[in-house]
C-alpha cells in the first residue's frame, strides 16, 4: 500500500483531533480495520452507524417507494433522491450528533437566572443541523420548506434520534409547532413566525401541560384577555415544556394553550396561542423581551441534553398585562387543532423507540464480540482456536437470544412505523378520496399502537442492552445505561401507553365494532399463503407462529368490540395487553413481507446474501420467542378484568 | 476560469473487504461504494476557490459503470456545477484514465485539474502525474495548500522531510492530500438541487481513446494472518529476538 511515514503520522494526528473535537468532520477515513471477527461485513470508528441497508430495503423494497412517488408533490420523490438524503443525514448523525451525546447526558442543560445553556458542542452541532438544512425536511414550500413527505422524514428522524435523541427533541417540537401555524395561523402569523421556524432560526415549543393539568387537558388555567388590538395577554404556569429555553438560537416561538377570559368549561373552552419569547417588528427584526420566562428546569432520569423547562407567563403582569400572545385560527378550538397533528407527533415519539433500540443494540453487538468470557456450549469458528476456553460472549446462546430479541424487536418496529408513515403521507396527499378515507382509517388504528407499542419495546431493548454488558451495563462509564434513561421518557410523553390503549380500545377500535381492525386482520391474512407456500423452512415455521397470532388479534378485537359498549372498564382494565398484542401481531406482518422480500431477492441472487439471510433468521426467531407472546397478551385481556375491578381502592 | 475535478467511485472506506473466492480481485457486489475521500478534498477545494471568486465554473468528470452517476451527484450536491460521465464497463488503468482525461480537457479547456492524489481502492498514485504529462502542463502534487494569483498557482506541498512550496503556471495539474481541507457536508437544498443539474454521459470509444489495459491482474491475495505475540521478561532479549529471529535490526 502506498503509505508513507508522514501519511501515518497524519493518520495519526488526525484520529486524535477526532478525538479530541468530536465536531470535526474529517472521521479518520482511510483506516480499514482488522478485527477477529470474519464475518463481520462493515465496521466504523464511530459508535453508532445508521442501518442504511435496513432502510432503503424497507423504503424501496418491502413498503414500496413507488407508491409515495406517484403521489401528487411527491414526484421527484425517488430512489436516486431519497439514498443520498439517508446517506448525507448519516454523515451528520454519525460524525456531529453521536459524539456528543454522551458528553450532553453527563454535563446536561444548566439553568441560571431564566437562561438556559446547553451542553457542550450542541448549539454548534444546532447550527450545522438547521444550516444544512435539515430543519426544513419536511417543512411547507410556501415557507422555504422542502416539502418532503414522512416517508423520508421518519428515517432521517430515526437516525438523528438515533445518534442524539436528546438533541432531535427540539427539532421534533419545532416541526410540531410549524405544522400547527401552517395549518390553522393567521396570514399575520404565518407570515411573520413560519420562514424562520422552517429554516431553523427559530425553535417552537408545545405548551400544553400544567402543573394539575396532565393527561387531561381539560383542567387548564392559563388565561388570556384580548386587547383592543387583537393580540391577547397571556398568564399563567407552563411545565415539562421542552427546550422551552435555550442558548440555540434569538428566538423561540411557544404555542400555548389558555382560556380566554369568559370561555366555557372543559376542553371546549381551550385555545391555541402563538408566543414568541421575542417580539418581531414589522421588519421582522427582534423587538422587546415578551412577558414569559423560564423559571427552571426539571432534574430528570434521562434526556439531560434537552431542558425541560418551567415556563412562566405573565410574571410582570402588573406593568405587562401578561405575556403578548396571538389567538391560533378560531378561539376555543385549541385542543381540536393540537389534536390534528397529534398523529405526527405521535408517530415522532413512537419513533424514539426504535432509534433507541437501534442504538442499545449496536451498542451491545460491539461488547458482545468483544466481551471474552466463559467456555463455549456449542461449536465456535476455528479463528478462535482448537477448544478455547473463553470466547467472545455473542456465542453463548442466551446472549445470541438477547440479541436476536433486540434485534427482532428494532426491526419489527420500524417496519411498523415505516408503513404507518406511508399510510399517513396517502391519507394526506392523495387525490383518491376512497384510498384517502381508508388510510386515514388505518392512521388512527396504527398511531396509538405504534407510539404505545414502539416505546415500550424500545425500553425493554435498552433494558437488554444493559444485560448483554452484564455488570458493566451498570456502569455509566460504558454508555448503555443512557440509552434505557433516555428510552424511559417516550412511553410516558405525547400521551403516555395508558392513554394510548385507551384510545385504540375506545376510540379506535369499541366505538366503531373494530371494523378498521378487522379490515386489518383480513389484509394481514392475505400473506400467511405465501408463508405456507415459500420454498424455505423458515418462512414455512413462521407462517404457523403469524397464523396463531393473527387469531389471537381476532379473538381479542371481537372481545373488545362486543365488550366495550356495556363494560368500558372491563376493556380499559386489559387495554395495554390489546395494545401489546396488537403491536406484536402487526409488526409479525411486517417481519413476514420483509422476509418474504427477503427470500424473493435471495433466491435471484439480487442483494447482500448475508443481510437477506438475517433478515429471514431475524424474521424466524420473531416467530419462535415473540410472537408466541400473542396467546398470554389476549389471555390476560379476555380473563384478566376481573381481578382488575374487583379489587377495591381499600384494599391497596 | 474552469476547473475540472475527476472523482473516482471506490469501495467506501468504512467497509472491510473480501478477497474474491476466484482471486481475481475483491468483492464489490452489493457492497458500500462511496466517493474516494481524496477526490471528496478536491471537489471542496474547487468549491472554496469557487466561493473565493477564482474559479467560475467547476465539472466533475467520473469514469466507470453506470452506478457512478451517484458519486457524481454527490460531488454536484457538493458545489460541482455540472458532471461528466465518461461510462464503461470496462476495467480502467490511471494510463486510460488520464488519456480520457486529457480528452476531455480539450474539450472543456480548464485552467486547472484538481485530482485526488490516489484512490483508495487500488492506491496507484499515478493519474495526476500522468496526465500533466499527456498535457505538457506544471504539476504540483500532495497539496496541502493551495493560492491561485497572476495565473499561477502557489501550492505548499506535504513531502517526506516536511513541506515544499512550489509556484506553478497555469494551466495546471494539482493532486491533493490529506490536510488540504475539510470537505463540506452537503446541505439538504443542494442535495435537491443536485438531481436537476446537467449531467452528460459519453462513452470511451465516442472519444477516440483506447482504454485497453497495460498491466494484468496475476491474483488478489488476503495479507498473511497475524501469528500471535509472545511476552518477553526484558529488553535484552527483545533486542536479540529482533536481531536473530525476526531479522529486522
Known amino acids: 500500500m502506498g503509505w508513507n511515514a508522514g501519511e501515518k503520522a497524519a493518520l495519526n494526528a488526525i484520529t486524535l483531533r477526532k478525538i479530541r473535537l468530536p465536531n470535526a468532520k474529517m472521521s479518520c477515513a482511510f483506516v480499514k480495520f482488522n478485527t477477529p471477527q470474519p464475518q463481520r461485513e462493515e465496521t466504523t470508528m464511530s459508535d453508532y452507524a445508521a442501518p442504511l441497508k435496513d432502510i432503503s430495503f424497507l423504503l424501496r423494497d418491502v413498503i414500496g417507494l413507488d407508491q409515495i412517488t406517484k403521489l401528487p408533490g411527491c414526484e421527484e420523490v425517488t430512489d436516486d433522491l431519497v439514498t443520498p438524503i439517508l446517506e448525507e443525514a448519516a454523515k451528520l448523525a454519525t460524525n456531529v450528533l453521536a459524539p456528543i451525546n454522551r458528553s450532553g447526558d453527563t454535563e446536561g442543560a444548566k439553568w441560571s437566572a431564566g437562561n438556559v445553556t ?11 443541523y ?9 417543512g411547507p414550500t410556501d415557507f422555504g420548506g422542502q416539502g418532503l413527505p414522512h416517508s423520508v422524514s421518519i428515517p432521517v428522524s430515526e437516525i438523528i434520534g438515533s445518534a442524539n435523541m436528546a438533541f432531535k427533541l427540539c427539532p421534533l417540537l419545532t416541526n410540531g409547532a410549524v405544522e400547527a401555524l401552517a395549518q390553522h395561523g393567521s396570514q399575520y402569523v404565518k407570515e411573520t413566525f413560519l420562514p424562520k421556524m422552517v429554516s431553523g432560526q427559530w425553535t417552537g415549543t408545545m405548551n400544553l401541560t400544567e402543573p394539575q393539568a396532565g393527561s387531561d387537558l381539560a383542567l387548564v388555567r392559563s388565561k388570556a384577555i384580548p386587547q383592543s388590538d387583537g393580540t391577547y395577554k397571556i398568564s399563567g404556569t407552563k411545565i415539562f415544556i421542552t427546550y422551552g429555553e435555550h442558548d440555540f438560537t434569538d428566538n423561540i416561538i411557544h404555542l400555548v394553550l389558555a382560556r380566554i377570559e369568559g370561555a366555557p368549561e372543559g376542553v371546549k373552552g381551550i385555545s391555541l396561542f402563538v408566543v414568541p419569547k421575542n417580539m418581531v417588528n414589522k421588519d421582522g427584526t427582534l423587538g422587546a423581551r415578551n412577558d414569559v420566562k423560564c423559571v427552571s428546569i426539571e432534574h430528570k432520569l434521562g434526556i439531560h441534553a434537552s431542558p425541560t423547562c418551567v415556563m412562566m407567563y405573565g410574571e410582570d403582569s402588573v406593568t405587562t398585562g401578561g405575556a403578548t400572545g396571538y389567538v391560533v385560527g378560531e378561539p376555543n378550538r385549541g385542543l381540536e387543532y393540537m389534536f390534528v397533528m397529534m398523529n405526527a407527533a405521535r408517530l415522532g415519539v413512537g419513533l424514539e423507540g426504535v432509534s433507541i433500540a437501534e442504538r442499545s443494540y449496536q451498542h451491545a453487538l460491539v461488547w458482545a464480540r468483544e466481551r471474552v468470557q466463559g467456555r463455549p456450549t456449542t461449536p465456535v469458528p476455528a479463528y478462535l ?10 456465542f453463548h446462546p442466551d446472549v445470541k437470544r438477547m440479541l436476536l430479541t433486540m434485534r427482532a424487536y428494532t426491526e419489527a418496529t420500524r417496519a411498523l412505523i415505516y408503513w404507518t408513515a406511508s399510510c399517513l403521507d396517502i391519507a394526506e396527499k392523495s387525490n383518491d378520496a376512497h384510498e384517502k378515507q381508508t388510510h386515514q382509517a388505518l392512521v388512527d388504528l396504527m398511531i396509538p399502537i405504534v407510539k404505545g407499542w414502539s416505546t415500550e419495546v424500545g425500553i425493554d431493548v435498552a433494558s437488554l442492552g444493559i444485560q448483554v454488558h452484564g455488570g458493566m451495563g ?33 376510540r379506535k377500535v369499541g366505538r366503531e365494532g373494530g371494523a378498521t381492525a378487522f379490515a386489518l386482520i383480513k389484509e ?23 397464523t396463531a397470532g393473527l387469531k389471537e388479534f381476532k379473538r381479542a378485537t371481537e372481545w373488545t368490540a362486543l365488550t366495550f359498549p356495556a363494560n368500558q372498564g372491563a376493556v380499559n382494565a386489559g387495554a395495554v395487553h390489546y395494545l401489546k398484542l396488537a403491536g406484536t401481531v402487526c409488526g409479525g406482518w411486517m417481519m413476514a413481507r420483509a422476509a418474504l422480500v427477503a427470500a424473493k431477492q435471495l433466491a435471484c441472487n439480487d442483494g447482500d446474501a448475508d443481510f437477506l439471510k438475517a433478515k429471514i433468521m431475524t424474521t424466524r426467531f420473531y416467530g419462535d420467542h415473540i410472537l408466541t407472546l400473542a396467546t398470554g397478551f389476549a389471555d390476560a385481556l379476555v380473563t384478566g378484568a376481573e381481578s382488575v375491578l374487583q379489587m377495591e381502592e381499600a384494599y391497596f | 476560469m474552469k476547473i475540472l475535478v475527476p472523482v473516482k467511485r471506490v469501495v467506501d472506506y468504512n467497509v472491510k473487504v473480501r478477497v474474491k473466492a476466484d482471486q481475481t480481485g475483491v468483492e464489490i457486489a452489493n457492497v458500500k461504494m462511496s466517493m474516494n475521500p481524496f477526490d471528496e478534498i478536491a471537489i471542496e477545494e474547487a468549491v472554496k476557490l469557487k466561493e473565493a471568486g477564482v474559479v467560475t465554473e467547476i465539472i466533475a468528470v467520473s469514469i466507470g459503470v453506470t452506478q457512478c452517476q451517484e458519486t457524481l451527484r454527490t460531488a454536484l450536491a457538493m458545489g460541482a456545477d455540472r458532471a461528466i460521465l465518461v461510462e464503461t464497463t470496462a476495467e480502467i488503468q490511471p494510463l486510460a484514465v488520464a488519456k480520457l482525461l486529457k480528452a476531455i480537457v480539450a474539450n472543456e479547456t480548464p485552467q486547472l485539474v484538481i485530482l485526488g492524489k490516489q484512490a483508495i481502492d487500488d492506491d496507484s498514485n499515478q493519474t495526476g502525474q500522468m496526465l500533466a504529462a499527456l498535457l505538457n502542463w506544471p504539476q504540483a502534487t500532495f497539496a496541502s495548500k493551495v493560492t ?11 513531502i517526506d522531510g516536511g513541506m515544499e512550496t512550489v509556484a506553478i503556471k497555469l494551466p495546471a495539474i494539482i493532486t491533493t492530500d490529506l490536510r488540504l481541507n475539510t470537505p463540506r457536508y452537503a446541505t439538504l437544498p443542494n442535495i435537491m438541487k443536485a438531481k436537476k443539474k446537467q449531467l452528460d454521459i459519453i462513452t470511451p470509444e465516442s472519444m477516440g481513446v483506447d482504454v485497453t489495459p497495460r498491466l494484468k491482474t496475476l491474483k488478489v491475495v488476503e495479507p498473511a494472518k497475524r501469528k500471535g505475540g509472545i511476552m518477553v521478561p526484558d529488553v535484552a532479549t527483545l533486542v536479540e529476538k529482533l536481531r536473530n529471529e525476526a531479522k529486522v535490526i
Open chain 1, 118 to 128: 446547553t451542553p457542550a458542542g450542541f448549539r454548534e452541532a444546532y447550527k450545522q
Open chain 2, 148 to 158: 491561485i494569483a497572476n495565473g499561477e498557482a502557489e501550492v505548499m506541498r506535504e
Open chain 1, 474 to 506: 451498570f456502569v455509566e462509564e460504558t454508555g448503555a445505561a443512557q440509552y434505557y434513561r433516555d428510552a424511559r421518557i417516550s412511553t410516558i410523553y405525547e400521551g403516555t401507553t395508558g392513554i394510548q390503549a385507551i384510545d385504540l380500545v375506545g
Open chain 1, 130 to 138: 438547521s444550516e444544512g438544512g435539515w430543519s426544513a425536511l419536511a
Open chain 1, 524 to 546: 394481514m391474512e392475505n400473506v400467511l399463503p405465501l408463508l405456507d407456500s415459500a420454498n424455505d423452512v423458515n418462512l414455512k415455521a413462521f407462517g404457523r407462529a403469524l
Open chain 1, 385 to 394: 482456536g482448537d477448544k478455547p476456553k473463553s470466547v467472545p460472549i455473542i
